[in-house]
Structures are given as C-alpha cells and as structure tokens.
C-alpha cells in the first residue's frame, strides 16, 4: 500500500501548488463536453478519433500511440509491465524527482534505485549508469519536476544504448513549455536505436486538462503492447476524449498559456533577484526557489491568505526551496504581492 498524498487543497483558494493551467482549459473543451449526447455517455467510448488527433499532433503513426488515464496511469503501467518482465526489478529514479515514480516501482513490487542530486542538480551520466546496471526501468523527466531543468542533450539516446535491457520513460509532462521533445527523435529511429524508449506527455499542464485525466504515451508499437496489454479497457472516459479532440483544435490556447506562464516566470525571477534568493530558470510552468528557513512561513503565512505554493524543501537537495506554479500572471502578480508582505514583515 501506498503512503504517497498527492497535496491537494479544495475549496476556494490561488492552486499555485500543483503545476495545473491556472488559465483552465480552452473553451472549445467546455463545448465538446456540452454537446455530448446521451447516447455517447450510455456507451463505452470509441477513442478511434481521439488516437488520430493525438497521433496527427504529435505527428506519429496511430500505432505509436497509448491514451492514458493522465500520465500518472502510464508511469504506473511501465511499472507493472516491468514487474512482468522481472519481478522485483529495480527502478531508477533520479533525484529529486516527481514522488510517483518511486510509489509506482514500490507498488509493483520493484525496488527503487535513487540516484542522488548534485550540486545544481547537475546530471551525471556516470551515477545514472551506475545506478542502472541491472535495472528494468529508468524514469527520466525532460524538464525535470521540482526543478524545472531540462535534460542534457544526447543523455536519452546514449542511456538507451547504454543499457538496452531497460525501458527508459521519458516523462515529458512539461514539455509544451519547455518546446523540445524527443517525439522527433522517435519518429526518425529508422535503426531502432530508441526501441527501449517510452515518452510519456499529459495534458493536463499546458492543455489545462488535469481534471479529465488524459495523457500519451508514445513509442515504437511493439514497445507499447506490453503496457497496452495490462491497461484496463475504457480506462478513459468520453468527456476526456472529447474534450481532448477540442483541446488539440485550439492551438493558440496552448500558446497563449505558454507565453503567459513565460511571462510569470520572468515576474517570479524578478522578485527572487531584488529579494537575493537563488532560483533555478524553468522550462515548464513552475519555478522552484530557494527561500532558506522561511520555506515552511512563508508557505504557511501564504496558506493563510488562500494561496498554494508547494514547500519542497524535504525534496533531495532541495532543502529551504518552495516550489510556484507561473500562469496567469494575474494569479503569479496576486502571490508576489503577498510574498513581498512576507517579507516587509521579516524586515520590520
Ligand atoms: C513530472 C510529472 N509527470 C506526470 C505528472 C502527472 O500527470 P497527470 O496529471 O497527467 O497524471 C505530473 C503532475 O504533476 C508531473 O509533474
């Protein structure tokens, strides 16, 4: 059994704590759901149209394609087709890193195989093969999840033929920000190169779709099956599929929040450098900060005003960091004011 809490607030509030689109989702989502008959929703769903959209905007063959349940579902399928393959398998996860790649290897019966961070969350090829001598499954995050880092160009292909033996997820939960992917890379692996490699997408983050659940995995077919195989049928429902179809067809939503996240991110960095405080440049919708031993305060006292931002600070060498989510900059504007409150308190 699982002790991973996912950190959740309900009710009213500013959500800057789980990396969602504060901007929410297309309105073309809310239509595509409105329209919905009540034949659609008495049937199981047909995800035909919804894998052509999806294989259309990625620009792979339909084959390459799994719908998923959220990306959370396809971390936890790579974990049970692993837990086939070999049980008791080891799993590699790099520090720090988004917590359910360690419940998922847990959950399956694996055994985690942490690499720890370096300074700067510096990425060590030498610890990652370490690490993955024997192993069945390697997580890897592109850019990674607290720290908004991307990958070092070239890691995935030569670990993929490093250890051949294990399949490697590419979790590239955060890739609309970041506009680098290795879909291309998978869609010219004529030789093969990649068969080991598995990218997973959501769109829950730049789609603004976390509530429908839906996300891809994308990889060569045979790769696929084995994860295929152990996914329940209709694991998606029918407002996901189509709500997911209307998110594809509005592209200048996503950019539009891609560029407002941008924004935020550059009013976050602002703030941390007239405050002295170190901050890592993101990729993807959040930045992650070091705040010092104020980090449980100041998210505390931010609580208290019903802004979320996440304390991450019992994260491998993240210790003092507090991690925000940059979207609207309206909401980041509202969270900077009351962080400069915070700190005209301290100062008094
Ligand atoms: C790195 C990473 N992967 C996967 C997920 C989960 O995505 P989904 O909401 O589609 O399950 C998240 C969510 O925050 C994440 O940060």
Same mark, same amino acid.
């Given at each position: 059994?699982?002790?991973?809490?996912?950190?959740?607030?309900?009710?009213?509030?500013?959500?800057?704590?789980?990396n969602?689109n504060?901007?929410?989702?297309?309105?073309?989502?809310?239509?595509?759901?409105?329209?919905?008959?009540?034949?659609?929703?008495?049937?199981?769903?047909?995800?035909? $149209?919804?894998?052509?959209?999806?294989?259309?905007?990625?620009?792979?063959?339909?084959?390459?394609?799994?719908?998923?349940?959220?990306?959370?579902?396809?971390?936890?399928?790579?974990?049970?087709?692993?837990?086939?393959?070999?049980?008791?398998?080891?799993?590699?996860?790099?520090?720090?890193?988004?917590?359910?790649?360690?419940?998922?290897?847990?959950?399956?019966?694996?055994? /985690?195989?942490?690499?720890?961070?370096?300074?700067?969350?510096?990425?060590?090829?030498?610890?990652?093969?370490?690490?993955?001598?024997?192993?069945?499954?390697?997580?890897?995050?592109?850019?990674?999840?607290?720290?908004?880092?991307?990958?070092?160009?070239?890691?995935?292909?030569?670990?993929?033929?490093?250890?051949?033996?294990?399949?490697?997820?590419?979790?590239?939960?955060y890739?609309?920000f970041?506009? $680098?992917?290795?879909?291309?890379?998978? $869609?010219?692996?004529?030789?093969?190169?990649?068969?080991?490699? /598995?990218?997973?997408?959501?769109?829950?983050k730049g789609?603004?779709?976390?509530?429908?659940?839906?996300?891809?995995?994308?990889?060569?077919?045979?790769?696929?099956?084995?994860?295929?195989?152990?996914?329940?049928?209709?694991?998606?429902?029918?407002?996901?599929?189509?709500?997911?179809?209307?998110?594809?067809?509005?592209?200048?939503?996503?950019?539009?929040?891609?560029?407002?996240s941008?924004?935020?991110k550059?009013?976050?960095?602002?703030?941390?450098?007239?405050?002295?405080?170190?901050?890592?440049?993101s990729?993807a919708n959040f930045?992650?900060?070091?705040?010092?031993?104020?980090?449980?305060?100041?998210?505390?006292?931010?609580?208290?005003?019903?802004?979320?931002?996440?304390?991450?600070?019992?994260?491998?060498?993240?210790?003092?960091?507090?991690?925000?989510t940059a979207g609207?900059?309206?909401?980041?504007?509202?969270?900077?004011?009351?962080?400069?409150?915070?700190?005209?308190?301290?100062?008094?």
């Amino acid at each position: 059994m699982s002790t991973y809490q996912r950190a959740t607030v309900t009710g009213p509030g500013l959500r800057l704590h789980l990396n969602e689109n504060t901007a929410g989702c297309s309105p073309a989502v809310l239509s595509a759901i409105a329209a919905l008959t009540p034949d659609q929703i008495g049937s199981y769903p047909d995800y035909s $149209r919804a894998i052509d959209a999806t294989a259309a905007w990625f620009n792979v063959p339909r084959d390459g394609v799994l719908l998923i349940n959220g990306l959370d579902e396809g971390l936890h399928l790579a974990s049970a087709s692993a837990s086939r393959r070999q049980p008791g398998f080891r799993g590699v996860v790099l520090e720090p890193a988004f917590e359910m790649y360690g419940v998922c290897i847990e959950e399956s019966g694996g055994t /985690i195989v942490r690499v720890a961070p370096w300074p700067n969350f510096a990425f060590s090829m030498d610890d990652v093969l370490a690490a993955s001598e024997d192993a069945t499954l390697i997580y890897l995050t592109d850019p990674n999840n607290p720290t908004g880092l991307g990958l070092p160009a070239g890691a995935v292909e030569a670990l993929a033929a490093a250890r051949p033996q294990a399949t490697i997820v590419v979790d590239e939960a955060y890739a609309d920000f970041s506009g $680098r992917s290795l879909i291309g890379a998978l $869609r010219d692996d004529t030789s093969g190169r990649l068969r080991n490699v /598995i990218v997973g997408r959501t769109f829950a983050k730049g789609h603004g779709l976390a509530a429908l659940r839906i996300g891809a995995l994308i990889a060569r077919p045979e790769t696929l099956a084995p994860l295929a195989q152990l996914q329940a049928p209709y694991s998606l429902n029918v407002a996901a599929i189509v709500g997911l179809e209307a998110a594809l067809s509005d592209q200048r939503w996503l950019v539009s929040c891609v560029e407002e996240s941008r924004a935020s991110k550059e009013a976050l960095y602002d703030f941390c450098t007239r405050h002295g405080l170190t901050f890592w440049r993101s990729e993807a919708n959040f930045v992650l900060i070091n705040v010092g031993v104020e980090a449980s305060a100041l998210v505390a006292a931010l609580a208290d005003q019903g802004i979320f931002i996440r304390d991450r600070s019992s994260a491998p060498g993240c210790a003092g960091c507090v991690r925000i989510t940059a979207g609207l900059l309206a909401h980041t504007a509202t969270c900077l004011r009351a962080m400069e409150a915070f700190y005209a308190s301290r100062n008094r």
